[in-house]
């Protein structure tokens, strides 16, 4: 968890709230949209949320205010410089604009590639979309978007400028699962498969099931599959 407000964190807080508009196809409703049920939420706020949570039917989210938060720095300089450039073009999409600029050769810039989480499992709490690039100092950035609206075609934010240590950082999603009794029984997430204390493939763990088990029982959390004590998560980032 961080500990101050970045100008990062305050510009991932506005994302996360921007409103991403509606549509009569969505099925979020009338507010059931992440930028709906985000409104009024400060950095603060995303930031006292759990890196990590189980949900009651087993399975695991991470939490995408800290996930942003952990491996991205907010670059104004080179943030102002997009908009002023998609300014200048306000019928193109976000998507192909991003694009367009990350491969802009006269600009110095070299595109890496793009990537939407949705495409891959994913245990983010809310769908991402951003373009790598390098720019004409051979800075690693990134332009990214936040998905905050119903259906995943559409609704995402504004694209901002951030930088970030490893082109592959935002593909990388790592987490903990572990009892809360006095035992070191744990597991790891990572990208797609648990993986024990050992570091060997964890196949039987299994939150879903767990999850069965405990509904089927009234324990009202999700047991341990060792001792049975209370499970809880965390994230971070592992690059």
Request: include cysteine; charge should be negative; glycine fraction near 8%.
């Amino acid at each position: 968890m961080i500990q101050t407000i970045t100008q990062t964190a305050e510009v991932i807080a506005g994302m996360l709230t921007e409103n991403t508009g509606r549509h009569i196809l969505d099925s979020g409703g009338n507010s059931g949209r992440h930028w709906q049920q985000q409104q009024g939420m400060t950095a603060a706020d995303f930031a006292a949320r759990p890196s990590a949570t189980i949900h009651e039917y087993g399975y695991l989210n991470i939490d995408l205010f800290h996930y942003l938060t952990d491996v991205l720095y907010y670059e104004p300089e080179a943030d102002a410089a997009f908009q002023e450039w998609a300014a200048a073009r306000p019928d193109d999409g976000w998507l192909q604009l991003m694009e367009e600029y990350a491969e802009d050769a006269e600009l110095g810039h070299e595109l890496k590639f793009t990537e939407n989480s949705y495409n891959h499992e994913s245990s983010l709490s809310q769908v991402i979309q951003y373009t790598v690039y390098l720019d004409h100092d051979q800075h690693l950035r990134v332009l990214l978007q936040i998905h905050g609206g119903a259906d995943v075609r559409g609704g995402y934010t504004r694209p901002r400028v951030f930088s970030m240590p490893e082109e592959y950082a935002l593909f990388t999603e790592y987490a903990t699962v572990r009892c809360t009794g006095e035992s070191e029984h744990s597991w790891d997430w990572s990208i797609s498969e648990w993986i024990d204390t050992e570091g060997r493939s964890a196949s039987d763990f299994d939150l879903y099931d767990i999850s069965e088990k405990a509904r089927a029982s009234e324990l009202g959390y999700l047991p341990c599959p060792e001792c049975g004590a209370k499970l809880e998560a965390w994230a971070s980032h592992c690059i």
